[in-house]
């Protein structure tokens, strides 16, 4: 049985990844894993992670890490539900470099657009750390207004609803002390 992933866990997995992997790679953490690394939350369930090159070495190394450090990984991000926000590469947030492994947050306004689309409680919070963190609500929905056309290409989402979703994180946020 795997177990939950807290911050040592994480770092654990990252060091062992940097250890394991011999080419330039990047691995942008998703979800949980980003809020545990802010300190938003002590543990999450998965490792959400999506990785840049798509390279069978990458496959193997996460195989050998869910056994040997009993965690859970998933290939999950941001663009596998919803098009991916003009410019996400340049606001994912470094964490460090291991071996030839560079560490990053996927761009956190592509976290919160996936979050409040979503719309579980758990996902709701995290946004709104993100909120606080550093995520622009107008921004936000400037970058969602931009890749609405594209939205055509994910009959999962109805655009309409997702604005009203996004209207109403919006205002639950302006309502908190």
Known sequence: MREI???????KLMRVFGEKISQDTNVYFVGGTTAVLLGFRSSTIDADLKFEPDTDEVYKAIRDLKEKLHINI????????LPP???WESRS??????GKVSFYHYDLYSQVLAKVERGWEMDLKDAEHFVGHSVDMDKLMDLFNQIQPQLIRYPGIEPQKLKEKLDQFRSSIHEKP
């Open 5 to 11: 992933s807290d911050q040592n866990k994480i770092d």
């Open 74 to 81: 998933e290939l999950a991000s941001p663009d596998h539900f």
């Open 85 to 87: 926000l003009p410019g």
């Open 93 to 98: 947030v470094f964490i460090k470099r291991v």
